[in-house]
């Protein structure tokens, strides 16, 4: 280590952008299009017509910043789940358990309608209200999905340990998440997913 390297990160100043769902003194951005989401929709026909419509569409967009790694680390950021329903299914996020299932997170609401969709191997399920000023704490072990129940962008600020990471194939290798999120006369409800087999156990080892 030389004398001009620094021992330390540097503190980042972070603005919220809220307009247009941005986070600006992010180091990292990471865009999901719709047309990457294959098989998340139990409604094929109704997916594949959305992404006919417009094979570029967005489905949502992470901006965050990560200024060191390692124990201790946080990533803190913001994502943008745009609205839209794929037969009764409102737009959501793939889902995921942290890669170290005892790492917990936090998500705050700045904009828009939408529902933390919250499962553990085990047989556990909650379904949590995000809005502009609501905070879901997401404890270690709980399988975590972002949905979008309004009519408008969702955006939620979140903050996690770096070196949680994600883990995505739980949900995909148990046919998705144990509950879907549907439209229901205006507002949403929970419904049986049937195509769900059930979690493997290997969450609740870490
Ligand atoms: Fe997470």
């Not at 489905?59 to 943008?80: D, H, K, P, Q």
């Not at 959501?92 to 705050?108: K, S, V």
């Amino acid at each position: 280590m030389t004398q001009d390297t620094p021992r330390y990160a540097e503190p980042a100043t972070l603005r919220v952008l809220l307009d247009e769902g941005l986070l600006s003194g992010s180091s990292e951005r990471y865009e999901k299009r719709l047309a990457e989401l294959d098989g998340l929709y139990r409604d094929a026909e109704a997916f594949r017509a959305a992404t006919v419509a417009d094979p570029d569409a967005l489905a949502y967009f992470v901006e965050s910043s990560v200024v060191e790694r390692g124990e201790g680390a946080l990533t803190i950021g913001i994502s943008t789940l745009l609205p839209g329903l794929f037969g009764d299914e409102f737009a959501m996020t793939r889902g995921h358990i942290h890669e170290r299932a005892e790492q917990a997170e936090l998500y705050y609401g700045l904009s828009g309608q939408g529902v933390m969709l919250l499962e553990t191997t085990d047989g556990q399920t909650r379904a949590l209200d995000i809005e502009p000023g609501v905070a879901v704490h997401v404890p270690g072990h709980w399988v975590h999905r972002s949905v979008n129940v309004g009519d408008e962008p969702l955006s939620t600020l979140f903050c996690y340990a770096t070196n949680a990471g994600q883990d995505y194939q739980l949900i995909a290798d148990a046919g998705g998440m144990r509950k879907l999120v549907v439209a229901d006369g205006g507002g949403w409800a929970m419904r049986d997913n049937p195509d769900h087999r059930g979690y493997a156990r290997k969450a609740e080892q870490a």
